[in-house]
């Protein structure tokens, strides 16, 4: 094959490729790029899987270009090295692994800050639960600092904290036996952008979960309550049963929010012992921010 034709092959992958980016792609690289590039997710996968097939396309023309003896491989031989430099490992503990990752993460944030993800309240499961009733708001003092949760009709959720507001949409956590809900970054506490929390106190990103917690005995339901408060000392839990867990974390910047209501035979507890105060009051709700 001579590298007039090598060449046209080549041309033809990489204006393929140029395609799908100016067309799909930008919101596609944005949802990508959100995912845990450290923990080998979908995002992940992808992303190198594209990067790589790049590295492949320049290795292709540069043994075409040395196969015509034409000088120029040189330069290809460089960017390929530069690729590889650039997807090296930088330090263990870095949530972004390698420049490239942190390439990539920057991006698509930045992506979807010009094309921002649309927030709505799609309705709640028929066997899925909330922690808390449709439009409604829980205010409640923590470690973390004050924080409120409004509900929407179904699966929209505003939380305010530190005077930041954010709006998440849940969805209905899969595999879980108590049909939880979740904001999609609670996967692997990944950034998932368009649900990143703008950055206040060191964090940038939410984990959301919620649901109810069913027991058979007043007994039972307790000794789970002083389970979970020997292992988070972050957690609330109001006279009628309602868990609020709060953490922060800052490998990756994340805040992590657990929300559960204790019921006995399908009924909420009540006169519980060391109880924090919560606040649950009707709200009306926004379409968040």
């Not at 799908?20 to 596609?28: A, D, F, H, I, S």
Request: hydrophobic share 40%.
């Amino acid at each position: 094959m001579s590298l007039n034709n090598q060449w046209s092959w080549f041309s033809f992958l990489a204006s393929s490729m140029l395609c799908v980016l100016l067309t799909g792609g930008p919101r596609l690289f944005g949802l990508f790029s959100g995912g845990s590039f450290g923990r080998y997710g979908t995002g992940w996968i992808v992303l190198k899987a594209f990067y790589y097939g790049v590295v492949g396309l320049m290795l292709f023309f540069c043994f075409a270009l040395y196969a015509e003896q034409n000088r120029a491989y040189l330069v290809t031989i460089t960017v390929l090295i530069l690729l590889l430099v650039a997807d090296s490992k930088l330090t263990e503990g870095s949530f972004d692994r390698t420049l490239f990752d942190r390439l990539c993460s920057s991006v698509g944030y930045g992506i979807f800050l010009l094309l921002p993800h649309r927030i709505v309240d799609d309705p709640l499961p028929a066997d899925c639960r909330g922690g808390i009733p449709p439009r409604t708001t829980l205010e409640v003092n923590t470690d973390a600092g004050p924080i409120s949760i409004t509900s929407g009709s179904g699966l929209l959720r505003t939380i305010v904290w530190h005077g930041q507001k954010r709006s998440i949409s849940l969805e209905r956590a899969p595999f879980s036996p108590s049909h939880d809900l979740w904001s999609p970054s609670s996967r692997s506490g990944e950034r998932w952008p368009g649900h990143d929390w703008k950055y206040v106190s060191g964090i940038t990103r939410c984990a959301y979960v919620e649901g109810v917690r069913r027991f058979d005995s007043r007994e039972e339901a307790l000794q789970y309550i002083e389970r979970i408060r020997d292992r988070d000392s972050s957690m609330r839990c109001s006279e009628d049963g309602l868990m609020l867990s709060v953490l922060e974390f800052a490998e990756p910047e994340t805040i992590h929010i657990g929300l559960f209501q204790i019921l006995v035979d399908d009924e909420k507890l009540s006169d519980l012992p060391q109880t924090a105060k919560m606040l649950l009051r009707s709200a009306g709700v926004d379409d968040g921010g």
